[in-house]
C-alpha cells in the first residue's frame, strides 16, 4: 500500500465532517492522515478536535487581511509547509479564491447539503423544504472559482418529508455526509478519480445496480 495522503482540512464551525475523516482515517478505512487543521474563527470547536487527535490546529483571521486572495496565500503557506496533497473544506465559511485552487490544482473537495447543482450557496436544507423537493441529500465534489458548481464525485440521497424541519432533514443528510466524504477521499487516494470537462470518472467504475429511492414510495396507498 502506498503512503497516505495528507490531507489538510479548512474549517469554520463545529467540524463534524472533520470528526468523520479522523476517524475513518486513524481506523484505516481511507490510506490518508490529517496533518492540519485551519480555521479563520479562533473559537472554532473543530480545532479542539483536531488538538484531542495531536493534529495541528491552526487559527488564521480572515480580518487580518485586506483581501480574499492575501488571505488564501496565508493559508496556502502553511499548506504548503505542511506538505498537503488533498485540501477539504468542511464548514469553510468562505469563498476560496484562484490563489488556493491554483496551488492545489483538482485537489480541493468540499461537501455540499444538497443534491448539486440544485440549491447551491447558503440555507440548502431551508432552500429544498422551500421548494418542496421529495428527495433532497448531499454532495462531494471538485471546487471551482463558482458556488458550489465544481465536477460532482459522489452523492447520497434522503427523502424530505412533509413534517421536517430544516433541522430534521439537515440531520438526515448530516449523516450521509459523514459517510461519503471519506469515501470520495479514498477514491482520491487511490487515484481512481479522472476529470474530463464536467465530468469525474471513477475507475473502474462502480457496478451499476438496481436500487433506487423514491418518496412517497410506490405502494402508498
Known sequence: MSDPIRIGVLVSGTGSNLQSIIDHC?????N??????ISNKAEAY????????????????????????????AVVALLLEHQVQL???????????????????MAVMNIH??????????????????????????????????????????QA?????DSDTEES??????????????????????GRLSIEGRKVHIKPPAEPTAAFLENPPANLR
Do not use: M
Not at 490518508?32 to 487543521?37: E, G, L
Open 113 to 154: 447539503p444538497a443534491l448539486l447543482p440544485a440549491f447551491p450557496g447558503s440555507r440548502a436544507q431551508r432552500q429544498a423544504l422551500q421548494y418542496g423537493v421529495r428527495i433532497s441529500g448531499c454532495t462531494v465534489h471538485f471546487v471551482d472559482l463558482g458556488t458550489d458548481s465544481g465536477p460532482i464525485i459522489i
Open 26 to 30: 486513524e481506523t484505516g478505512k481511507i
Open 32 to 37: 490518508a492522515s490529517v496533518v492540519c487543521v
Open 87 to 105: 485540501v477539504a473544506l468542511a464548514g469553510f465559511n468562505r469563498i476560496v479564491s484562484s490563489v488556493l485552487l491554483d496551488a492545489f490544482p
Open 46 to 73: 473543530a480545532l479542539e478536535r483536531a488538538r484531542k487527535h495531536g493534529i495541528r490546529a491552526l487559527h488564521v483571521d480572515n480580518h487580518a487581511f485586506h483581501s480574499r486572495e492575501s488571505f488564501d496565500a
Open 157 to 161: 440521497a434522503v427523502p424530505a418529508y
Open 169 to 190: 432533514l439537515a440531520a438526515r443528510i448530516l449523516a450521509e455526509e459523514h459517510k461519503i466524504y471519506p469515501k470520495a477521499i479514498q477514491l482520491f487516494a487511490e
